[in-house]
């Protein structure tokens, strides 16, 4: 029983952990991003609409599949009851650990597309952020570097 309750333990912190994700909003930098150059734009937004941004799953489906083998493998006795709980538990605790950090990491974000001065039009989607609520119309920078592109005002 304690390796069975250990593998939910740790299950559950990294599922928990796993939400503590970088920020995709325009008016956050990460730290990779800080005192690096980056091009800048201008333009006007021209559409705006909603979109998820969906969380990544592998660490869910690992740590639900060790929980789940762990948990299975308690079932019935003898060595055939036992292993075939466990991988029955295995496929079972990945499936369910895969959509719980899936759902989880999750974000609301927002397609912003927009005509740039210089011409041409360019569409970005990141989440959304409270400190900066975009409309249609709205003179906007676009900050491009580092394999990031982010809207900002």
Not at 10 to 23: G, T
Not at 54 to 78: C, F, P, V, W, Y
Not at 111 to 131: D, H, K, W
């Amino acid at each position: 029983m304690k390796i069975t309750s250990l593998a939910a333990t740790l299950a559950a912190s990294f599922l928990l952990a796993s939400c503590a994700q970088d920020s995709l909003t325009g008016d956050v930098v990460s730290r990779s991003e800080a005192g690096q150059a980056q091009s800048v734009s201008f333009g006007r937004i021209t559409a705006i609409r909603p979109v998820k941004i969906e969380g990544g799953s592998q660490g869910g489906t690992l740590l639900g599949g060790l929980a789940g083998g762990a948990l299975g493998s308690n079932i019935g006795s003898g060595r055939t009851a036992n292993t075939a709980g466990a991988i029955g538990g295995a496929l079972l605790g990945g499936a369910v650990g895969s959509n719980a950090q899936q759902s989880m990491s999750s974000r609301k974000g927002e397609e912003i597309i927009f005509r740039l001065e210089r011409g041409g039009s360019v569409a970005v989607v990141q989440e959304i952020s409270p400190n900066e609520q975009f409309s249609i119309g709205d003179r906007v920078k676009v900050l491009s570097g580092g394999g990031r592109t982010r809207v900002t005002f």
